[in-house]
C-alpha cells in the first residue's frame, strides 16, 4: 500500500514541552530500525490486543535517520491506529536530528506522532514517575568510522556527557527508568549477548562500550527504579538484576519481527505481559 507523504514538524521546530503525563496503560517496544514492513504489522497487532493503550514507549534504534521517508511511513500507520510513540533514542538514531532540541533541554517532536525524549527527561506514566535516558554505545564503533556513506551511520552523541548523567543523577528517583543502552550488571540472555561481542570487539571498542554501561550504571543507582526497561541487545528476558542498592526488575525488550519485542505495562501494579507469537502474528 502507497503511503502519503505527511506533513511533518521537524525536531528543529519542536514546542517546549514543560510536562508529559501518558495514561496508567501503556506499550513498550524494543529496537525497530527503521523496518516499515514491522511498523505496519505491529502498531495493528498492539491496537488489537489491547484498543484502550494509546501510547508506545519505544526504547530506541527506532530508526530515525537522515533523509529518509520511514517517518512517514510511521504517521500514516500511527494515525489509522491512534498510537502516539515517545521514543528513548538509541546509538543508530540520528543524534544530528536531536541536537538541537535536546540543546534547549526540550523533546524532538520528529513528526506528528512521533517524539524523542531528552537524557534525563522525567514524565509521569499514571501515578508512577518515569526517567528516560536514551543512546548507547555502539560495539562496532571502529567499523563504523572508516566506511564511506552518503549519511553518518555513527554519530559522536550516542553516549552522554558527565553533565547529562549528573543532571539525571541529581533528579533523584524514580518508579520507571527507560534506557537504550544496559548497565554493567544485566540479566543472563543479555550478558550472553555482551560476552560474546566483548569477544569480537576491538580493545578501544570494549572500553569505549564499558564506559557508557558504567553511566547506565550511575543512572540507575541514582533513579533506583521499581522496573528498568531497556533495549540494545536484542535480546528478550525479564526479571531481577542484583544491584549495590538491591534488586531491580528488569524487562530486555528484542529487535523488529521477534517474539519479545512488544509488551503492555500496567504502571498502577507494574505487570508487564509480553505479546505472543500469536499476537504479533509471527510465524516463527
Not at 508529559?20 to 527503521?34: C, E, F, K, Q
Not at 558527565?162 to 541529581?170: F, H, I, N, Y
Not at 548497565?183 to 570487539?201: C, F, I, M, S, Y
Request: net charge negative.
Amino acid at each position: 500500500m502507497p503511503v502519503p507523504a505527511c506533513a511533518r514538524a521537524r525536531a528543529a521546530h519542536s514546542p517546549v514541552m514543560d510536562s508529559l503525563a501518558l495514561p496508567s496503560r501503556v506499550a513498550v517496544a524494543g529496537d525497530w530500525h527503521g523496518s516499515r514492513v514491522w511498523v505496519q504489522s505491529v502498531l495493528a497487532s498492539i491496537r488489537r490486543a489491547d484498543a484502550e493503550v494509546r501510547d508506545v514507549l519505544h526504547v530506541g534504534d527506532f530508526g530515525l535517520w537522515p533523509a529518509d521517508t520511514y517517518l512517514d511511513a510511521v504517521d500514516y500507520w500511527a494515525e489509522r491506529t491512534g498510537l502516539r510513540l515517545w521514543v528513548t533514542p538509541g546509538n543508530h538514531d540520528d543524534w544530528d536530528q536531536l541536537e538541537a532540541p535536546f540543546g534547549r533541554g526540550d523533546v524532538a517532536r520528529v513528526s506528528e506522532w512521533v517524539t524523542f525524549l531528552p537524557r534525563g527527561f522525567r514524565f509521569t506514566v499514571g501515578d508512577r514517575t518515569a526517567v528516560s535516558f536514551g543512546g548507547a554505545a555502539s560495539h562496532d564503533r571502529a567499523w563504523r568510522r572508516t566506511q564511506r556513506s552518503k549519511h553518518p551511520i555513527w554519530w559522536p552523541q550516542e553516549i552522554a556527557t558527565d553533565a547529562e548523567v549528573a543532571a539525571a543523577v541529581g533528579g533523584g528517583s524514580a518508579d520507571l527508568l527507560v534506557t537504550h543502552d544496559v548497565p554493567t550488571t544485566v540479566l543472563p540472555a543479555v550478558a550472553a549477548v555482551l560476552d560474546r561481542r566483548n569477544g569480537e570487539d576491538a580493545p578501544e571498542d570494549a572500553a569505549y562500550v564499558h564506559a557508557s554501561a558504567r553511566q547506565i550504571d550511575a543512572v540507575r543507582a541514582a533513579v533506583r527504579p521499581l522496573l528498568h526497561v531497556h533495549g540494545h541487545t536484542h535480546v528478550h528476558e525479564i526479571g531481577d538484576v542484583d544491584t549495590d542498592h538491591g534488586p531491580v526488575r528488569t524487562l530486555a525488550l528484542t529487535n523488529e519481527r521477534r517474539h519479545g519485542n512488544i509488551a503492555f505495562l500496567d504502571a498502577d501494579t507494574l505487570d508487564v505481559r509480553t505479546l505472543t507469537k500469536e499476537e504479533l502474528r509471527l510465524a516463527w
